[in-house]
């Protein structure tokens, strides 16, 4: 059983354009991270969210904690062909460790 | 570069071979984390130390695997009797213990197990 659903699993898109990626669970999280990750690299930290509700924007990047701390959405606005990558959300479960949501890879074309 | 690293980023090794991996974190880090992630998923949980303690192991991580912070700096992975099934990208992170879930990656070891 999977605890962090993400959807849509593969996302391809022109420049330009708006997209919104979910990440959802059935337990409620102290805090989510969404990860990027390219091919052949680690993933890299964009932002942490630890508040039900909150809100935060990282230049065309929008990310949202849900009010009951069980999902998060990650929305970028007219994206751009250095935004493709894998974009993983995660969650501390049990002690520190991360468990990682299924990931949703993201194609911008030019 | 202050950030974590992980050495080597590649590993071609024939079945049966013994394998080791070294992490640097972040400096200030007390807490190391190690991930595997095979190809389409996401990292899954290794085991982690704070400071030279490893305080958890996941049961993906079989008794050919040992990890080992000796003075609470660097890290080591090491696999025994490397099989095919242990062919992917091993992830080191590193993070504070007040803030424990920013964890912060390198850019992974890939093995490759032939």
């Known amino acids: 059983t999977q605890l962090l659903e993400q959807s849509p699993q593969f996302l391809s898109i022109q420049e330009g354009e708006n997209l919104t990626v979910y990440c959802n669970s059935s337990?409620?999280?102290?805090?989510l991270q969404w990860y990027r990750q390219e091919p052949g690299e680690g993933p890299v930290l964009l932002v942490t969210v630890v508040t039900g509700g909150e809100v935060k924007k990282l230049k065309r990047l929008t990310f949202q904690f849900g009010d009951a701390r069980k999902d998060s959405s990650l929305h970028i606005t007219a994206a751009q062909p250095g935004d493709t990558g894998l974009y993983l959300c995660?969650?501390?479960?049990?002690?520190?460790?991360?468990?990682f949501g299924t990931g949703t890879r993201l194609q911008v074309f030019p | 570069d202050t950030g974590v690293s992980q050495d080597p980023r590649h590993k071609i090794t024939k079945r049966g071979q013994n394998v080791t991996f070294r992490c640097d974190p972040i400096?200030?880090?007390?807490?190391l984390y190690w991930y595997r992630q095979t190809l389409g998923q996401g990292p899954e949980f290794l085991t982690y130390?704070?400071?030279?303690?490893?305080?958890?192991k996941s049961r993906l991580l079989s008794d050919r695997f040992s990890a080992e912070r000796p003075k609470g700096s660097f890290s080591t992975l090491e696999i025994q009797r490397t099989e095919q099934g242990d062919s992917a990208m091993y992830l080191c992170a590193s993070s504070l213990s007040q803030v424990s879930y920013e964890q912060y990656f390198g850019p992974g070891t890939r093995l490759t197990v032939t």
């Open positions: 400096s200030e880090h007390n807490r």
């Open positions: 995660a969650g501390p479960y049990n002690t520190d460790k991360l468990i």
């Open positions: 337990s409620v999280f102290s805090s």
């Open positions: 130390f704070q400071n030279e303690a490893q305080l958890e």
